[in-house]
């Protein structure tokens, strides 16, 4: 709710002149996946909007936040992923890192 809005109190798209305004519609825009223009229409005051926005960031990230909290409360089990994704990638990578050594002239160390 504190984001940096604009001097004036009037919600409209214009990036230029309103680039506070313009980066609240944008990112609405990306939780909705609504037209940041068609929603600047949608709003008489920049509380209105800041509001708006807070919420759809929230629910966007709410489920991204409920996997965390899941994954949070069994460590060992994230830890044991972790492993298994690298000893699998280690020998792909390490292959993949030994040419682009000798491809720009790097000796073994």
Do not use: W
Not at 71 to 83: G, K, T
Not at 87 to 92: E, H, I, L, N, Q
């Amino acid at each position: 709710m504190r984001a940096v809005t604009d001097t004036d109190t009037v919600v409209s798209y214009d990036p230029e002149r309103k680039p506070g305004v313009f980066n609240l519609l944008a990112i609405l825009a990306a939780c909705t996946g609504d037209e940041p223009q068609r929603l600047a229409g949608r709003f008489d005051r920049y509380g209105e909007l800041k509001e708006a926005v807070a919420d759809a960031v929230v629910a966007t990230l709410a489920p991204l936040r409920d996997r965390y909290l899941r994954l949070a409360e069994d460590p060992r089990h994230v830890q044991a992923v972790l492993r298994t994704g690298a000893d699998r990638t280690r020998g792909p990578a390490g292959a993949k890192v030994r040419q682009a050594k000798a491809a720009i002239g790097l000796l073994p160390g």
